[in-house]
């Protein structure tokens, strides 16, 4: 009987303590001392023992009885302060309002979008062509040799499939000047489409194409100045009568545009292969304006590549190289996003580092 007596003790403490609200509470207060409560029951059976240890039984059992009142007693106390906390924290308007955290576009994200509307503006149209490209795309249709250092394992990234037997093997594209290739046999293929229109209006507009395309590259780089993963922006203009004053003219109006009236551009000779005449274009340091300091050390600032479309890459599309010029120029979005002005960023991997707190202050 002792025994039991310290058991439904035990058990009703634990119980008690596990009540994590009023209305459990009760139930476990009728559970034990209700009127076919656990302990009133046993209490009701100690007139059955024997005389002699009836009082010793009736005295623990009045023990048992006291502890679990009062421990109730206790946590309807304990029970009743934290609901009233709960509400009064509910009702208590002058508390302030928890922000949610608020999440902004990605940098990179940010400049596609302006370099985006900048060239809109000027009736470039965007085109995207794929990330994974056939070696014809990337390389053979612009000029390149077999032997190009470019398709060398360093620089470009191979993808272990079958190459196809007219496109070659298949790459993570390294440079957007694949969607140059890809637009002008886009444009091709639409006049071969259009032809018995044409003849039947006898309306002919020639070939005209004004480009952006903004993609992710690879290439087996990483330091400061290069990551794996990159973004360029490639422009492409075919027509008639496209010179090299047209494409100065647009790179002054991106660099002022972007950087801003104050800064200026220039076209140094270059070798590219799918353009000739072939320039690198080159920005003046927003810090020094052109005039040299710690930061750019000569006042100028390189932007990325330009030129006029080689007339084999128009061969290679099917476009008339007699009839028609055009050009193209091909930058990183990461490099002009480092170049602008009040955005000092060392080291462009930081840009991928998913370091939140570099990310949170653009
Ligand atoms: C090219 O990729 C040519 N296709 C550009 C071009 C297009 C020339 C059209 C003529 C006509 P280049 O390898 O220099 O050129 O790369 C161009 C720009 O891409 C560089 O100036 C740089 O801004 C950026 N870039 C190249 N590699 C990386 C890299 N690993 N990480 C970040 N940016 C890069």
């Known amino acids: 009987m002792e025994e039991e007596l310290i058991n439904i003790k035990n058990t009703a403490l634990s119980f008690i303590l596990e009540a994590e609200d009023l209305k459990t509470l009760e139930e476990v207060k009728l559970q034990f ?11 009701k059976d100690i007139t059955k023992i024997s005389a002699e240890k009836r009082k010793e039984v009736g005295m623990l059992a009045n023990e048992v009885k006291n502890t679990i009142e009062d421990a109730i007693k206790q946590r309807e106390v304990n029970l009743k302060h934290k609901t009233e906390k709960v509400l009064r924290q509910k009702i208590d308007v002058s508390n302030p309002g928890i922000k949610p955290p608020l999440g902004h576009l990605h940098l990179v994200t940010q400049a596609i979008e302006e370099i985006s509307s900048i060239f809109e503006k000027i009736g470039f149209i965007r085109a995207r062509y794929p990330e994974i490209e056939w070696d014809w795309y990337a390389f ?12 060398d394992d360093w620089e470009t990234f191979f993808i272990k499939e079958k190459p196809s037997p007219e496109k070659g093997q298949m790459v993570l594209t390294p440079h957007t000047s694949s969607g140059q290739v890809r637009e002008m046999e886009r444009t091709v293929a639409k006049r071969k489409e259009l032809a018995r229109e044409r003849s039947a209006t006898g309306v002919d507009d020639g070939i005209s194409i004004r480009m952006l395309n903004i993609a992710k590259c690879y290439r087996r780089q990483s330091d400061v100045s290069h990551t794996p993963m990159f973004h360029q922006f490639e422009g492409l203009v075919v027509g008639e009568n496209i010179s090299i004053v047209n494409l100065k003219g647009t790179l002054d109006y991106f660099v002022k545009s972007y950087f801003g009236e104050k800064r200026k551009s220039r076209i140094r000779p270059y070798h590219f292969q799918f353009t000739e005449p072939s320039f690198e274009v080159d920005v003046t340091c927003g810090v020094c304006l052109g005039k040299g300091c710690k930061l750019c050390k000569a006042g100028w600032l390189e932007l990325g590549g330009a030129g006029m479309v080689h007339p084999n890459v128009f061969k290679a599309t099917g476009i008339d190289p007699k009839k028609y010029t055009g050009f193209a120029f091909g930058w990183g979005v990461e490099r002009v996003l480092m170049m602008k002005d009040g955005i000092e960023i060392d080291d462009l991997r930081l840009l991928y580092s998913n370091k939140l707190e570099f990310l949170e202050q653009f």
Not at 33 to 43: A, D, E, M, P, W
Not at 140 to 151: K, M
């Open 140 to 151: 053979t249709a612009l000029n390149f040799p077999q032997n190009h250092p470019a398709r």
């Open 33 to 43: 001392l209700g009127r076919s409560g656990k302990l009133t029951l046993k209490i």
